[in-house]
C-alpha cells in the first residue's frame, strides 16, 4: 500500500468471512482497507473518518486510531477529520482510484 498526499494504491486482496468487521454475513467478504491514523505529535486530538460512497457513515476512531473499510469500488473515497481543541481542524480526503480491487 502507498498513501500520498491525496490517493492511496495498491492491492487489496479478497477476503471472505472476516468477522471482525461486521457481525452481518453479507458484510464479511470483500476488499478491505485498513489504515492506521495517527495525529503526530498532537495528542489527545479526536479522529473521525468517512468512507466517502460507503454504507456507515462517519465514525470516531478509538484510542488505537485503526480504520478498517471495505471497499466495493475505486470511485470512494476516505475523509479523515483530526481535530483538537486549541490546535483547530484538519481534514483529508484520501482517493481510492489507484486501488487494484482483486476478486
Known amino acids: 500500500m502507498t498513501v ?3 490517493g492511496i494504491g495498491g492491492t487489496l486482496k479478497y477476503v ?3 468477522t ?3 457481525g452481518d454475513p453479507a458484510e464479511q467478504s470483500g476488499n ?3 489504515i492506521k491514523c495517527d495525529t503526530g505529535d498532537v495528542s489527545g486530538a479526536t479522529i473521525t473518518a468517512e468512507l466517502i460512497g460507503g454504507d456507515h457513515g462517519p465514525v470516531t476512531l478509538d484510542a488505537d486510531g485503526i ?3 471495505r471497499i466495493k469500488n475505486r470511485s470512494q473515497k476516505i ?3 483530526a ?3 486549541g490546535y483547530g481542524t484538519v481534514e483529508k480526503v ?3 482510484a489507484s486501488l487494484i480491487l482483486e476478486s
Open 4 to 6: 500520498g498526499n491525496s
Open 16 to 18: 471472505t468471512g472476516y
Open 20 to 22: 471482525g468487521f461486521s
Open 32 to 34: 478491505y482497507l485498513v
Open 67 to 69: 480504520l478498517i473499510s
Open 79 to 81: 475523509k479523515l477529520t
Open 83 to 85: 481535530s483538537k481543541e
Open 94 to 96: 484520501f482517493d481510492l
